[in-house]
């Protein structure tokens, strides 16, 4: 026979059939012998039986009215809050928050990047496109149009490092805003070193210049290569960069392309073409003019047939040079900057007449 | 034997819920149409809170709290259930989480809760009435009932809900596992142990039976 405790916990289960065959059949077996627990089995019917007779408890009066007062307080709250809030915080949000973090998002990357410019740069002028607009009157056919793209034999009209510095500008204004403050910080640094070497390297190229002479319409290509060369071993990999695309673009940079920051970073530059009798007797007469009045890494070369002398002057004397070259020959302004500063970079094509 | 019956209830057979389509009424936005379920569900919560409580007002406020809170979230009722068995948990946890509050309070005040349930929970206008008992009967029988609900309160809260829902309020052992979520051998031995437990309070309380 089993002990008691075995089918203690059985037993308040049995009457209702919960129990399994086997089970059963041991707690039947068991109680044939125990009365101990047929007595237990008792017990524990008596105690389903009074359970059984519990009394319901009754609903208090206007019970199920306060339910149902309440559910409706909790309906009108809640198509309240649908009414104001779901529409609101599902739909309306989205759409507003997104345009908002566009719209501050922009207005921050526009913002930072002007700073940056501005720190760097604090008078920033116009555009060199736009001072050209304003300051070159309608020019004469035979006169250079910085503007208007040029016919691939008069392309290299555009004085060379103008071009190198407009079509590095053009370049550098596509870049982000980052790179771009990085890449002028660097030209600024190493753009007055390379003008320096550039100098050097002219001089030394001018009698190999003379000596052999590419055909004409070949000239200015080579004379490109060259200055690319030079600076490519003086200038750092921003401006390595820009000699390149000037080699392989030899379409004039638009000036309107330039970025109106980039065109601070260096001095403001005017172009003027002398037409005279003797271009070798004016370029030594230039070059005495401008020694005269200061002018500082003054160069020269010749390209196309014509010599051209560039040299970094003193604002202040530009005007008295202007009319000292006036007196050399027929002066024609290509390009003037619209405000000349401290000192101006100045590009004379010495031409014969 | 009371057993008996139960053993039929169990094995009858799945039946359609009655309440879907009050239910979907109202997940439509009819709020009246929750009054027929209020009506038709109401009594029974009652009962398992009174039961679980032994505190007729508590039972009350528990059964309203309970209603309002499955009207808010009829929304997410997806009919995998019964609606009254997922009312009737509902009610079941408010109750056990009524009971925990309760517990926790009676630590820091265990001598006046004491005093105060001298006088609480009983109810006896509230208590259905059976036709045809003597005055002497009834009394009796009432004497009966609070000794049964005094050894229910004793119980364990995981105790005393399988007895409510059992053997007071009759669910199958399958509704009581839908109601409480736990597996069936649970629901049997939780019963089990409950039932002896109850049946030696009785017999501490009222004598040999």
């Not at chain 1, 392309?155 to 060379?160: G, V």
Request: charged share 30%; hydrophobic share 40%.
């Amino acid at each position: 026979m089993k002990k008691c405790k075995h089918i203690e916990n059985d037993l308040p289960l049995y009457d209702e059939g919960a129990l399994s065959a086997a089970r059963k059949q041991v707690v039947e077996e068991h109680l044939a012998d125990c009365a101990a627990c047929r007595k237990e089995l008792a017990y524990l019917r008596k105690t389903s039986e009074m359970m059984d007779h519990l009394s319901a408890v009754e609903e208090p009066p206007w019970f199920q009215q306060k339910i149902m007062a309440g559910v409706r307080e909790a309906s009108g709250k809640k198509s309240m809050a649908q009414k104001w809030f779901h529409s609101l915080r599902m739909k309306i949000p989205v759409q507003i928050m997104a345009t908002l973090v566009i719209a501050v998002l922009a207005v921050y990357i526009y913002r930072s990047g002007d700073e940056q410019a501005r720190q760097i740069l604090p008078q920033a002028p116009k555009p060199a496109m736009e001072i050209l607009k304003e300051q070159t009157p309608p020019q004469s056919p035979q006169t250079v149009d910085m503007a208007a793209p040029m016919p691939s034999g008069k392309r290299a009209s555009l004085p060379e490092p103008v071009r190198q510095d407009r079509q590095a500008m053009a370049d550098k204004g596509t870049g982000d805003g980052k790179q771009k403050t990085t890449a002028w910080n660097s030209e600024i640094k190493t753009g007055r070193e390379a003008d320096a070497y550039r100098a050097e390297a002219s001089a030394e190229r001018k009698d190999e210049a003379g000596r052999a002479l590419p055909p004409r319409q070949n000239e200015l290509p080579a004379v490109q290569a060259q200055m690319a060369e030079s600076e490519k071993k003086t200038e750092d990999h921003a401006l390595t960069g820009m000699a390149k695309s000037r080699n392989d673009d030899k379409t004039v940079a638009p000036a309107a392309t330039r970025p109106m920051a980039a065109s601070a970073a260096l001095p403001p530059q005017a172009g003027i073409l002398l037409q005279v009798d003797d271009s070798n007797a004016a370029a030594a007469e230039v070059e005495k003019t401008l020694a005269k009045y200061d002018a500082r890494k003054v160069t020269k070369q010749s390209a196309k047939g014509s010599l051209w002398i560039k040299a970094d002057v003193s604002g202040k004397v530009w005007k008295n040079i202007l009319a000292e070259l006036k007196g050399t020959g027929t002066v024609k302004e290509k390009f003037l900057p619209a405000d000349i500063g401290e000192r101006v970079t100045v590009m004379i094509e010495i031409a014969d007449q | 034997m009371p057993g008996m019956s139960k053993i039929i209830e169990d094995k009858k057979a799945p039946t359609a819920d009655a309440d879907l389509e009050y239910v979907v009424l109202c997940q439509k936005g009819d709020t009246e149409s929750f009054s027929v379920l209020v009506g038709r569900h109401s009594k029974k919560m009652l009962n398992i809170a009174y039961r679980m409580l032994d505190d007729y007002d508590e039972a009350c406020d528990i059964t309203q709290e309970a209603f309002l809170a499955a009207f808010r979230s009829i929304s997410t009722f997806k009919a995998e259930a019964m609606f009254s068995t997922w009312l009737y948990r509902i009610v079941v946890n408010y109750a056990k989480n009524r009971l925990k509050q309760r517990q926790s309070l009676s630590r820091h005040e265990s001598a006046s809760l004491d005093e105060m349930k001298e006088g609480q929970g009983g109810c006896a206008a509230c208590l259905a009435a059976v036709n045809g008992d003597h005055p002497e009967q009834l009394m009796e029988r009432r004497e009966l009932d609070a000794a049964v609900q005094q050894c229910i309160t004793a119980l364990d809260g995981d105790y005393r809900e399988v007895v409510v829902l059992r053997d007071i309020q009759g669910f199958s052992y399958e509704e009581i596992r839908d109601i409480l979520r736990i597996p069936d051998g649970t629901v049997k031995s939780r019963l089990s142990r409950a039932r002896l437990a109850l049946k030696d309070c009785l017999k501490k309380v009222i004598g040999e039976l």
